[in-house]
């Protein structure tokens, strides 16, 4: 397939599904529970993280979580400028991880009608587009070190990050249209 607009690389958790949120409410918790830690086994208490993986090793798991509002709205605004590759790191526990994926992202975005691709991995520097949006900062960084920009979704777990060179900028779901705009995809398109 030929493109003709820039290809964005969107993370799933974290930007557009709300794990932590689903979590939060499986568990009864709070939603102000604090959760700085991208590793959700330093959030939780042991009990908690041992109750947590058991869920996420189910498919239902996966296709069940909340989305964010902000997150879909945001997606339906890049669709308008660019294409998207969806690209997400897989909970290897879960053998029906990748399943239950594939459904969330068709039911809650409807990468069919867009004919979105989807690809598992965690090494998401090997994957080919202009710009990655993601919420974790080993992502970003290993993303920016191939000279790419990326941006960080700014979540409450991810607050002490800082750039290693520049190329990763830090912003939330209404500011990444004119992140995209002013930094990566330029005004032209």
């Given at each position: 397939?030929?493109?003709?607009?820039?290809?964005?690389?969107?993370?799933?958790?974290?930007?557009?599904?709300?794990?932590?949120?689903?979590?939060?409410?499986?568990?009864?918790?709070?939603?102000?529970?604090?959760?700085?830690?991208?590793?959700?086994?330093?959030?939780?208490?042991?009990?908690?993280?041992?109750?947590?993986?058991?869920m996420m090793?189910?498919?239902?798991?996966?296709?069940?979580?909340?989305?964010?509002?902000?997150?879909?709205?945001?997606v339906h605004r890049?669709?308008?400028?660019?294409?998207?590759?969806?690209?997400?790191?897989?909970?290897?526990?879960?053998?029906?991880?990748?399943?239950?994926?594939?459904?969330?992202?068709?039911?809650?975005?409807?990468?069919?009608?867009?004919?979105?691709?989807?690809?598992?991995?965690?090494?998401?520097?090997?994957?080919?587009?202009?710009?990655?949006?993601?919420?974790?900062?080993?992502?970003?960084?290993?993303?920016?070190?191939?000279?790419?920009?990326?941006?960080?979704?700014?979540?409450?777990?991810?607050?002490?990050?800082?750039?290693?060179?520049?190329?990763?900028?830090?912003?939330?779901?209404?500011?990444?249209?004119?992140?995209?705009?002013?930094?990566?995809?330029?005004?032209?398109?």
């Amino acid at each position: 397939m030929i493109r003709s607009k820039p290809l964005v690389v969107l993370d799933v958790d974290g930007v557009v599904a709300d794990l932590v949120g689903t979590l939060k409410g499986r568990l009864q918790l709070p939603e102000d529970h604090p959760v700085t830690e991208w590793d959700l086994s330093k959030s939780f208490d042991k009990y908690d993280y041992s109750y947590i993986r058991g869920m996420m090793k189910q498919q239902h798991f996966w296709e069940t979580l909340k989305a964010y509002p902000e997150g879909v709205a945001m997606v339906h605004r890049i669709r308008k400028r660019a294409d998207i590759l969806w690209c997400s790191s897989p909970f290897v526990p879960c053998s029906g991880w990748v399943a239950g994926r594939l459904n969330w992202l068709r039911s809650i975005l409807a990468i069919r009608k867009y004919k979105e691709p989807f690809i598992a991995t965690r090494d998401k520097q090997f994957v080919r587009g202009r710009v990655l949006i993601d919420d974790k900062p080993e992502n970003v960084t290993n993303w920016a070190l191939t000279g790419r920009p990326a941006i960080l979704l700014d979540q409450e777990w991810n607050q002490d990050y800082a750039s290693p060179n520049g190329l990763v900028v830090r912003g939330s779901w209404d500011e990444v249209d004119e992140i995209l705009t002013s930094a990566f995809l330029h005004a032209s398109i």
